[in-house]
C-alpha cells in the first residue's frame, strides 16, 4: 500500500480553501470515469497540495495569522495602558479638586484680613448665637462628607453609586459650595460610562446654573465631545469653537483644538 506524505496533514489551517481544491480538482462521480483510481486520485491531489505554489501560499497566510495575533496583542496593550492613564488622571484631577475645594471652605487665619483693632469690643451675644453657629458647623461638615463620600466612589469605580451619590447630595444640598462640583462630577460619572444623555444634562446644568464655576470650561468640553459621540458634528463643531473662543488659553482649548484637527482629519 502507498504511504501518505504527511504534507496534507500540516495544511488544516487552511482548511476552507482546501476543501475548495478538493471540490475542484476530484469530480463527483465513479472513480473509474476519468480513468484513475481514487488511489492515484488522491496521490494526484497530494503533489498539487505538496507543490510549491500551495507551499509559499501556506507560509503566507500563517505570517498573516502571526501579525494579526501581535496586533491584536498590541491593540490590548495600548488599551489598557490609556484605561490606566485615563484612570490616573481622574485620580489625580479628584485629589486637586478635593484639596482646592478644602483651602476654599478652611476659615481665614485671624489678623489676616486686614489691621483689626488688637482689642476689639465685643458684641452682645444674640439670643441661641451660640447654637446657630454650631448647627451651621454641623451642617457644613455634612455637606463636605457626603460630597467626599460620592467622590471616593467616583475613585473606587463605582460609577453606578457614585452617580447615585451626586445626584443625592445636589438634591440635599442644591445651594452648597459644591453644588457646582458635583453636577459636574455627575456628568463626568455618567459620561465615562457613555451614558451620554444624563451626562449632557449635568454638564450643560454646569454651564447654565453655574456661569462662573471653574468647572465651566470643561463642562462645555464635555458637550462638544458627547455631541461628537453622538454623531452631531455641526453641534460638536460649534462647541468646541466656542471653548476656543472663550478659554483661549486654558487646557480646555487646547483639548477642544485638538478633537476639532481629529474632526478634520475624519472629514467631519
Not at 476543501?19 to 496521490?43: H, N
Not at 500563517?62 to 496583542?73: F, H
Not at 448647627?135 to 463605582?158: H, M, N, P
Not at 463642562?219 to 469653537?241: N, V
Request: glycine share 8%; no cysteine.
Amino acid at each position: 500500500m502507498t504511504h501518505r506524505s504527511p504534507g496534507i496533514r500540516g495544511l488544516r489551517l487552511v482548511g476552507p480553501m482546501l476543501v475548495v481544491v478538493v471540490a475542484a480538482l476530484v469530480p463527483v462521480g465513479s472513480a473509474s470515469s476519468a480513468g484513475l483510481s481514487l488511489e492515484q486520485r488522491v496521490e494526484r491531489l497530494e503533489r498539487i497540495v505538496n507543490g510549491p505554489g500551495m507551499v509559499d501560499m501556506l507560509g503566507q497566510i500563517q505570517a498573516l495569522q502571526q501579525q494579526i495575533q501581535q496586533l491584536t496583542g498590541r491593540q490590548d496593550e495600548l488599551q489598557h495602558n490609556l484605561d490606566n492613564l485615563q484612570r490616573h488622571q481622574r485620580d489625580l484631577y479628584l485629589d486637586i479638586d478635593q484639596r482646592l475645594r478644602r483651602l476654599e471652605l478652611k476659615p481665614t487665619a485671624p489678623g489676616s484680613a486686614g489691621a483689626a483693632p488688637s482689642s476689639p469690643i465685643p458684641a452682645a451675644p444674640s439670643p441661641g448665637g451660640a447654637g446657630a453657629a454650631a448647627g451651621t458647623a454641623t451642617a457644613t461638615l455634612q455637606v463636605q462628607s457626603d460630597y467626599e463620600s460620592a467622590l471616593g466612589l467616583l475613585r473606587a469605580g463605582k460609577y453606578p453609586q457614585a452617580a447615585q451619590a451626586f445626584r443625592a447630595f445636589l438634591k440635599a444640598h442644591p445651594d452648597s459650595a459644591y453644588a457646582d462640583n458635583a453636577e459636574y462630577w455627575l456628568g463626568e460619572t455618567n459620561y465615562v460610562t457613555r451614558n451620554f444623555g444624563p451626562a449632557l444634562q449635568a454638564f450643560q446644568a454646569v454651564v447654565r446654573h453655574y456661569s462662573r464655576s471653574p468647572k465651566v470650561p470643561d463642562s462645555l468640553l464635555k458637550i462638544g465631545y458627547i455631541q461628537y459621540e453622538q454623531k452631531h458634528w455641526k453641534a460638536a463643531r460649534k462647541t468646541l469653537t466656542e471653548v476656543i473662543a472663550r478659554y483661549p488659553n486654558s487646557a480646555a482649548a487646547r483639548l477642544a483644538e485638538q478633537r476639532r484637527q481629529r474632526m478634520k482629519v475624519e472629514g467631519h
